[in-house]
């Protein structure tokens, strides 16, 4: 079993649209929670992290459910610019990343 | 721009050949790291350094791959005898070194094995 496992999509809404990401992670012993951005030939970029107790960022939502080893991204007003990959990534252990395999994200005008 | 940078960013090598690869960390981050990607697939872990000192290695990194980081600054990933399934994004990225630290990743040497 892969330790991340997202939806690859495609996911492709209307501008304005609120789309959301899951993924699920395997290991219960997993300590810190990333959402990455990566655009098309392009190395990935920290989106936010992810806090047990949810945290926002502008238009950006990211959840995490430890009992159920769940990870959420929410993007609200989707704009043309957050046409990208979408990577969940889990750090188990002291210091390798874990990464899903995206989930691939076109909004559309 | 003092972000990752890695050299070269693209690779055309024949089956066999040796390349490497070479990653400049931020200047102050002590943590540096490989990764590879393949199409449509995120980063996989390849191996770490705390320093000079290469703490861990994934069982990705075959007998054919070795990376150093002799001074604790730049780090050169080597990969001998080549194979058309080595034909990857080779990503580097650094950190802080403290607990539950962002790691920032290098623009990657795209690499296809002929």
């Known amino acids: 079993r892969k330790e991340v496992e997202q939806d690859p999509g495609p996911f492709n809404v209307p501008e304005g649209a609120t789309v959301a990401f899951n993924c699920t992670y395997s290991?219960?012993?997993?300590?810190?929670f990333f959402w990455y951005r990566q655009d098309c030939r392009k190395e990935p970029k920290l989106l936010m992290s992810?806090?047990?107790s949810g945290n926002e960022d502008g238009r950006f939502t990211a959840q995490l459910n430890r009992a159920s080893q769940y990870i959420s991204l929410l993007i609200r007003d989707s704009k043309l610019s957050d046409s990208a990959t979408y990577l969940c990534?889990?750090?188990?252990?002291?210091?390798?990343?874990?990464f899903g395999t995206g989930t691939r994200l076109t909004v559309i005008p | 721009d003092t972000g990752v940078s890695q050299d070269p960013r693209h690779k055309i090598t024949k089956r066999g050949q040796n390349v490497t690869f070479r990653c400049d960390p931020i200047?102050?981050?002590?943590?540096l790291y490989w990764y590879r990607q393949t199409l449509g697939q995120g980063p996989e872990f390849l191996t770490y350094?705390?320093?000079?000192?290469?703490?861990?290695k994934s069982r990705l990194l075959s007998d054919r791959f070795s990376a150093e980081r002799p001074k604790g600054s730049f780090s050169t990933l080597e990969i001998q005898r080549t194979e058309q399934g080595d034909s990857a994004m080779y990503l580097c990225?650094?950190?802080?070194?403290?607990?539950?630290?962002?790691?920032?990743f290098g623009p990657g040497t795209r690499l296809l094995v002929l």
């Open positions: 990225a650094s950190s802080l070194g403290t607990n539950g630290e962002t790691q920032y």
């Open positions: 290991n219960s012993a997993s300590q810190s």
């Open positions: 992810v806090y047990s």
């Open positions: 990534v889990v750090k188990t252990g002291a210091n390798n990343l874990f």
């Open positions: 200047s102050e981050h002590n943590r």
């Open positions: 350094f705390q320093n000079e000192a290469q703490l861990e």
